[in-house]
């Protein structure tokens, strides 16, 4: 009997969203499986105390801590995934990256593929993305074939004179890459507005580069796409080396599917969590280890003569010292600025130092929100389990002296000799997994890793993963726009070795499209769409 679907995806974030988009063409019959709704389009996606106190999007998951303790994660399951929430800043992965790299806490691995053999697909991804940037600015920076897509945002007055303070003091500061859909010069014809409730909230102008809004949306546009909502996926089953059924409920009833190809996409926590409670694709005793999330932290830093006034804050980087500094031949990593931190927001963020409201909102007045990324590196013992509780979360950071060494470094040397008194600190803890990767790295030996080259399991025929699971290491960048690229990578290899269509080009990632969310015209399997409720999209 024929399956049910040539190409069943799992997951609707960065990496499902991406193959979904490059398959689109092929005629092929594609299902989107996504657990959880569109995230509602409604006033509270820019409400600070919704989403800071509350935190009403926010998937209702617990996980067991390293310690037996209960980890409550910042994660959402919606259309887009993580992406809804994210900060829009999309960097590439380093050259080096791609190649060992001696950290002061260990070593970061290289990967099987180069940095040249993504290029191309980088320049795709930013293209899709929509992103903004001047090529150049960046020290750290590989070479590009092309310039990105869009010009960047300009600085408001305060971001200008902190860009121009780093500048005199020797540093190279560059406008941020931001997957944003702005038309600089024209921007009525663009929906973003450059608004203050951009980084984290969700976009209720769909102005905001997600895998909902650039990906999906634009896939459903083809008849042959399909996407379903409330479909969780419990089981992989196999039989003869294949993925022959997928199990779980649809809406809270039973739903059991076959599909010539299967993606999974889950992001690198909850792809470990399905691989291992189906008990597939670990003949490596590899899935599930190895798990990545980044050492980060912010740093709020006040002069109390200098009000910032900023409205889009997020258009600063500094990228100096991404492989070493000044007496520390290591990697150090990223500062970029965040999105102007609203005083509910800073109420979260120093909540465990006692901060008070009157204090929150001095240094919402005051402060410029600095946020420091440094590398965490593979570990065989931080890694995903599943358990009969559910997911074993055992994570323990690494790596952490040269990330405060950094900070501290950059508060001295650069940020007190500008004119900041006074500071304000956070490092992010368990919880916070924006950046999750590695649980399912890719390699050339299949008794050391899970996937090929081309993100196939090695033990079976016919799955697929492209979420940030196959990274065997993840630099200091936000992982998406790398998993981006290699979705598109993978996405290509499918075209031509599965289904024996073309390659992709530049061409098929183009920018015209004004409005990104007015796009979707396909077959969606979802509720009732009521506003306020649940399943509500606002379309």
Not at 441 to 461: E, H, I, M, Q, Y
Request: include cysteine; charged fraction near 25%.
């Amino acid at each position: 009997m024929p399956n049910d679907f040539d190409v069943i995806i799992i997951g609707s974030g960065a990496g499902g969203g991406t193959i979904a988009y490059t398959l689109a063409d092929t005629g092929k019959k594609i299902l989107i499986l996504e657990q959880g709704s569109f995230l509602p389009r409604e006033k509270r996606n820019w409400d600070p105390a919704f989403i800071f106190g509350e935190d009403g999007y926010k998937a209702k998951v617990n996980w067991e801590g390293p310690d037996g303790e209960t980890v409550n994660p910042v994660l959402y399951h919606r259309v887009g995934g993580n992406t809804k929430m994210y900060g829009a800043l999309l960097h590439r992965q380093r050259p080096e990256d791609f190649r060992d790299q001696q950290h002061k806490g260990g070593l970061s691995p290289g990967w099987p593929v180069s940095y040249d053999e993504f290029e191309s697909y980088y320049m795709m991804a930013e293209h899709v993305m929509k992103i903004h940037g001047n090529r150049g600015e960046d020290p750290s920076a590989g070479w590009s074939s092309g310039p990105l897509p869009f010009k960047a945002f300009p600085h408001e007055r305060r971001i200008q004179e902190v860009s121009d303070a780093f500048a005199k003091l020797g540093l190279h500061p560059h406008h941020s890459n931001l997957a944003l859909n702005r038309d600089i010069d024209e921007p009525w014809r663009r929906p973003c507005i450059a608004c203050n409730t951009c980084d984290p909230f969700p976009c209720m102008l769909h102005a905001k580069s997600d895998a909902e809004t650039a990906l999906v949306r634009p896939a459903l546009q083809h008849d042959n796409v399909m996407l379903w909502t409330g479909a969780y996926v419990n089981k992989l089953i196999e039989e003869g080396g294949k993925i022959t059924r997928i199990e779980g409920t649809h809406d809270g009833e039973p739903m059991s599917l076959s599909a010539d190809l299967v993606v999974v996409s889950c992001g690198a926590i909850n792809t470990a969590a399905l691989l291992l409670r189906s008990r597939v694709a670990n003949s490596s005793d590899q899935v599930g280890r190895n798990f990545t999330k980044h050492n980060q932290s912010g740093i709020s830093a006040m002069d109390y003569t200098n009000e910032n006034d900023t409205i889009f804050q997020k258009t600063l980087g500094v990228h100096d010292f991404y492989n070493g500094g000044p007496g520390m031949p290591y990697p150090l990593g990223t500062v970029q600025l965040t999105g102007k931190a609203h005083w509910t927001r800073i109420m979260s963020d120093y909540a465990s130092q006692g901060i008070k409201e009157d204090r929150a909102k001095e240094v919402q007045k005051y402060a410029v929100d600095f946020w420091f990324t440094s590398e965490d590196l593979p570990d065989n013992h931080n890694r995903i389990e599943w358990t009969d509780r559910g997911i074993k979360f055992n994570y323990r950071p690494n790596n952490r002296e040269s990330h405060f060494e950094f900070l501290d470094f950059f508060q001295e040397k650069y940020l007190e000799l500008q004119g900041f008194t006074d500071f304000m600190r956070s490092t992010k803890g368990l919880e916070f997994t924006w950046h999750q990767a590695g649980t399912a790295r890719f390699g050339t030996d299949p008794t050391k890793s899970v996937l090929d080259t081309n993100c196939k399991a090695w033990d079976l025929d016919n799955l697929y993963i492209v979420d940030a699971s196959f990274q065997p290491s993840q630099g200091a960048t936000n992982p998406t726009l790398t998993v981006i690229a290699n979705a598109i990578r993978v996405g290509e290899h499918l075209r031509k070795d599965w289904f024996g269509e073309g390659g992709v080009s530049l061409a098929d990632y183009p920018l015209s499209e004004g409005y990104m969310a007015d796009s979707a015209a396909a077959e969606i399997v979802d509720g009732t769409y009521a506003a306020g409720d649940a399943k509500s999209w606002g379309a």
